[in-house]
């Protein structure tokens, strides 16, 4: 069973940055692809980005293409998402999730969910 716990959200201006980390305990981190996903109020929960399970391998949705990067630190037990160029659009929670398996841009497909972290961007 692997808990994740997301930090580094919070309030910032358009145009600010903020780095979100996703801490993972109780399991053999690098055996997981992980993914970060975000859901704004009323709306589906979206793909971010994702990381294979060694780093060598990333993949970043459109709307964050440019101006977000997904990294890992295996050494650490920690997946990041650094957030530049933060627009008001980016405002949601933001989700890190583990998959047991290949990367994936699925939800469906994690095994494993953090609480989440609000980011919240202003104009």
């Known amino acids: 069973q692997v808990q994740l716990m997301e930090s580094g959200g919070g309030l910032v201006q358009a145009g600010g940055s903020l780095r979100l980390s996703c801490a993972a305990s109780?399991?053999?981190?690098?055996?997981?692809?992980m993914g970060w996903f975000r859901q704004a109020p009323g709306k589906e929960r979206e793909f971010v980005a994702r990381i294979s399970w060694s780093g060598g391998s990333t993949y970043h949705a459109d709307s964050v293409k440019g101006r977000f990067t997904v990294s890992r630190d295996n050494a650490k037990n920690t997946v990041y998402l650094q957030m530049n160029s933060l627009k008001p659009e980016d405002t949601a929670v933001y989700y890190c999730?583990?998959?047991?398996?290949?990367?994936?841009?699925?939800?469906?497909?994690?095994?494993?969910w953090g609480q989440g972290a609000q980011v919240t961007v202003s104009s």
């Open positions: 999730a583990a998959r047991a398996g290949g990367w994936s841009t699925q939800s469906k497909d994690y095994d494993y």
């Open positions: 109780g399991g053999t981190f690098s055996n997981y692809a």
